[in-house]
């Protein structure tokens, strides 16, 4: 009887200390490739697994359950994790549900389906983010103007545009690269593919563009942009109707007067923008610090702001990291000028040495957006034929997490933000 009881005792204790769960770590010292970590967990969720975004909690964790396909997963990729039995992951749990703690457990519910606003011809290390989803193996679709205008937009839950130009002056490449094969073939290929969809000049498909992607995230969807994708696509919807090409880049005169001609209202974040008439200026308008920083490469870094994680886990989401303090990097749109930034925005990331923005979010309609500045987190100051980063070299970026949190955002199950 007594080694009955013995025995019965000895498979109670070995259930209860069953390993019941898997934690992705995500603090500095413990996650050997923090990249990949969004992988897994996309992973995770695509295979109908349960998942959860401990905010907060060691940069940022993940916390799956316990299961060998998962285990090898993270072996494979190179992910490290812990196994936690039923009293540990309810030990955490209390600790982040305590009041006390800035930190909250958010579940991930579905995988987002993910699209790429990307040219057919574009190299992977065109963009950032191509790049970052390809290296964690998160699946996405590759789209662009014809899909976009014939409302394809709808199939996705997320969308991503880079160094890309929707004012129809070809990425104001103009002034240094006239006369170079590559720039000479993309306009006549955006002219073709223009003519194609049934616009006369490249400036009015982009916008018509830019007003699809207006409308996708009104309805619901998730965007994210990155370098000149940010401030060219408030532009070309503030410029809507209006000729704002020189005579090289669309065949004739701009209209007269077309800085007083602009609709503030139209856009996402920016208001009171001057554009950049000269079509030799690499540049925009002033929503971009580009030009007026002089800050040199050993001081440059931007801050991490820090929100509430229970009462608003939207931006706690985005900013989730091991670090507060992120290396900056240089774009064609490299940072965002405080004073142009709609009162509306939620400012995630200044520098403090300038005061300029880097990381900013904001609602439109049902949906929201975010705007990400700089064009690769790894390259200071990329310029055009320089190398692909190579992300091995880099798995524990905090530039690049940032752009993983918001491939994920999607998937959480939202709260109301209180901010």
Not at 77 to 84: H, M, N
Request: proline share 5%; charged share 25%.
């Amino acid at each position: 009887m007594l080694k009955r009881i013995i025995y019965t005792f000895v498979i109670l204790l070995s259930f209860s200390a069953k390993a019941s769960f898997i934690l992705l770590p995500m603090d500095e010292t413990t996650q050997q490739n923090h990249l990949k970590a969004y992988g897994i967990t996309y992973w995770c969720l695509d295979k109908n697994y349960k998942a959860s975004w401990l905010l907060n909690y060691r940069g940022g964790s993940f916390l799956l359950p316990d299961a060998p396909e998962i285990r090898r997963e993270c072996q494979i990729r190179g992910v490290s994790f812990e196994i936690l039995s039923d009293s540990e992951e309810t030990k955490i749990l209390n600790e982040i549900s305590s009041p006390s703690q800035n930190m909250e457990a958010v579940i991930l519910e579905k995988a987002p389906k993910i699209a790429v606003y990307t040219p057919k011809g574009k190299q992977p290390w065109d963009d950032a983010v191509t790049m970052v989803l390809t290296y964690a193996e998160i699946p996405f679709t590759p789209i662009y103007d014809e899909e976009v205008l014939s409302d394809q937009l709808l199939l996705y839950d997320w969308l991503h545009l880079h160094h890309e130009d929707f004012t129809g002056q070809y990425g104001k490449f103009f002034g240094a690269y006239r006369n170079a094969p590559w720039y000479i073939e993309q306009k006549k290929e955006a002219e073709i593919l223009a003519a194609k969809l049934g616009y006369s000049k490249v400036s009015q498909e982009k916008v018509a563009v830019a007003k699809k992607i207006r409308d996708f995230v009104i309805g619901g969807g998730f965007m994210f942009a990155m370098c000149s994708a940010t401030d060219s696509f408030d532009i070309a919807l503030a410029a809507d109707g209006v000729d704002i090409c020189e005579t090289m880049f669309d065949g004739d005169a701009s209209d007269a007067n077309y800085q007083s001609k602009m609709n503030y209202g139209s856009t996402f974040a920016f208001k009171d923008f001057i554009l950049e008439r000269r079509p030799e200026q690499y540049e925009f308008s002033d929503i971009d610090m580009t030009l007026k920083r002089r800050i040199p490469m050993e001081k440059d870094y931007f801050t991490l702001m820090e929100f509430s994680a229970k009462w608003d886990p939207i931006p706690s989401m985005l900013c989730q990291n091991h670090t507060q303090l992120v290396k900056g990097f240089m774009g064609q749109t490299t940072s965002f000028d405080p004073a142009l930034i709609k009162s509306n925005v939620l400012v995630m990331g200044t520098c403090e040495l300038n005061g300029e923005v880097r990381y900013l979010h904001g609602e439109k309609g049902k949906g929201m957006y975010t705007f990400y500045g700089g064009h690769d987190p790894e390259d200071f100051q990329h310029q055009v034929g320089d190398p692909p980063t190579v992300l091995d070299l880099h798995p524990n970026s905090p530039g690049y997490r940032l752009i993983l949190n918001n491939v994920l955002f999607p998937a959480a199950r939202k709260k109301k933000q209180k901010t």
